[in-house]
């Protein structure tokens, strides 16, 4: 089996791109001012959500949409909390992420009368690209892909070059770095906060739906498995730069997809599972060296 080919880049960019729309959502909310670490917690629930609404609809589409709209009215709780109130957004995300987690596993029995897993005969995913299948390079990566995976880089771009070149984009981002000059200037700071993690959970709930509906067709407990950490590995390494997200969140999951084909060919089980969370582990050293030196450099100017 050859590892490096263009079922390989096929396989990167599935496993990428729940983590590129998660570290989306943890890149607005950082620019914001808020650390956002609730990404597990709201990718598990747009995952649940997602083949919820899949299964009850009958539609992939509604599946979608219910991740969104209820991952999105789940955010409220942080957004309320570390915008309105100034509350710790560290607790609260750590408490949204216990209750993702709890939640998806009880409702998964109460509804569907399961658990661990739940898969049922005739559960709609989201469709594949196969119309771009005869066309050459371009569809052996993305004719069995689904749509959500070449607009998460769309919507990467979009959102980096509307942070950077609009004035709506350079108020979130003063609101972020100088609060207290956004409201000398009369900007509302605690709404924009607000509101950008609202939208920041909607983005988690196309994660977790991609995760669940498009990567493959079934609910598992706990299917997130860290993937929401590694996005916000991802927004620490990436620091103020979203447009660097795709190269960051990239590397994770040609670990991933490295492992998977590396277990075809024989490697242990454990050593493959291990590979995306020891690159996490790296990028948090390296970004914790990358700001001690920054910030010795500055104390010693």
């Not at 999105?72 to 309105?84: D, E, H, P, T």
């Not at 939640?103 to 469709?127: D, H, K, M, N």
């Not at 749509?147 to 880089?153: I, Q, T």
Request: hydrophobic residues 55%; charged residues 10%.
């Amino acid at each position: 089996m050859h590892v490096f080919e263009l079922g390989f880049v096929a396989a990167v960019l599935l496993a990428a791109t729940p983590i590129l729309y998660a570290s989306l959502a943890g890149a607005i909310s950082a620019q914001a001012g808020v650390f956002n670490i609730a990404l597990e917690g709201q990718m598990l629930w747009g995952a649940f959500a997602g083949v919820a609404g899949s299964y009850l609809t009958g539609s992939a589409w509604g599946g979608l949409a219910l991740a969104i709209v209820t991952t999105a009215i789940s955010s409220v709780v942080l957004a309320v909390g570390a915008a309105r109130w100034n509350a710790d957004p560290i607790i609260i995300a750590i408490g949204a992420n216990l209750v993702a987690v709890g939640l998806t596993g009880f409702l998964l029995r109460v509804l569907f009368g399961v658990s661990g897993t739940f898969a049922p005969t005739g559960l709609q995913g989201l469709p594949k690209m196969a119309f771009l299948a005869d066309v050459p390079v371009i569809g052996p990566i993305f004719a069995g892909q689904t749509v959500l995976v070449p607009l998460a880089f769309v919507v990467i771009v979009a959102v980096g070059l509307w942070l950077r070149s609009t004035p709506a984009g350079l108020r979130l981002r003063g609101v972020g770095e100088h609060p207290e000059a956004a409201t000398t200037l009369g900007i509302g700071v605690s709404s924009y906060r607000m509101w950008t993690v609202i939208v920041a959970g909607a983005l988690c709930g196309v994660a977790g739906a991609q995760l669940s509906l498009g990567n493959v067709t079934v609910f598992t407990e706990n299917m997130t498995a860290g993937r929401g950490w590694i996005a916000v590995a991802a927004v620490m390494l990436v620091s103020s730069r979203p447009l660097w997200l795709p190269l960051a969140c990239l590397g994770f999951g040609a670990a991933e997809a490295l492992g998977f084909r590396l277990q075809g060919i024989g490697a242990p089980q454990q050593l493959t599972d291990a590979a995306p969370y020891a690159i996490t582990l790296v990028v948090l050293v390296l970004t914790r060296i990358r700001f001690t030196r920054r910030r010795g450099a500055v104390l010693s100017s």
